[in-house]
């Protein structure tokens, strides 16, 4: 189960969300602009701040890569602190919780929560390594949303005097 869990913030798939949204957005969802404006930058930069402090401060994983004796065979080569794939699944699913800001969206907070989990129980990362991570994303996702709130906030318009 914690193998299909993790896909769900893999960085991958954050970098695909790009040009999916992009081309939905030039069909013709024009609501898919503030998503965007939020969304394109807080992973690209999470990304690259994920790739220089992994070359910066290569953590060794708690697992062991196979081959090798008592491997792990879904254990990464790569540096283990920050984890990528918490972190992404924060800018993923988080977006839809800030924007909106309805209470129906409040479910979406538990898939990062979930691939969080499911990448220490993986035996891939340690707490420190997922808290990081989705410190990291949360912050960039912030100063973002506080960046561009005034000029793209969905609800904004509809406040009453």
């Known amino acids: 189960m914690w193998e299909w869990i993790t896909l769900l913030g893999m960085p991958e798939l954050g970098l695909l969300l790009i040009p999916v949204l992009g081309l939905l957005y030039?069909?013709?969802?024009?609501?898919?602009k503030p998503y965007l404006k939020l969304y394109i930058p807080s992973?690209?930069?999470f990304l690259l701040l994920v790739f220089f402090i992994k070359l910066l401060f290569p953590v060794p994983r708690p697992c062991i890569?196979?081959?090798?004796?008592?491997?792990?065979?879904?254990?990464?080569s790569d540096p283990?602190?920050?984890?990528?794939?918490?972190?992404?699944a924060w800018i993923i699913w988080l977006p839809p919780l800030m924007l909106e800001r309805r209470k129906r969206w409040l479910w979406v907070s538990a898939v990062p929560v979930l691939v969080c989990i499911s990448r220490v129980?993986?035996?891939?990362?340690?707490?420190?390594?997922?808290?990081g991570g989705a410190v990291?994303?949360?912050a960039i996702l912030f100063v973002f949303w506080r960046f561009f709130?005034?000029?793209?906030?969905?609800?904004q318009g509809k406040r009453k005097l």
């Open 26 to 32: 030039l069909a013709g969802i024009r609501e898919l």
């Open 43 to 45: 992973i690209l930069l």
């Open 65 to 76: 890569p196979c081959p090798g004796e008592g491997c792990n065979p879904i254990c990464p």
């Open 80 to 88: 283990s602190f920050p984890s990528g794939h918490s972190g992404t």
């Open 121 to 131: 129980a993986l035996g891939v990362h340690t707490w420190l390594d997922v808290t």
């Open 136 to 138: 990291l994303a949360l």
């Open 149 to 155: 709130k005034p000029k793209t906030g969905i609800r």
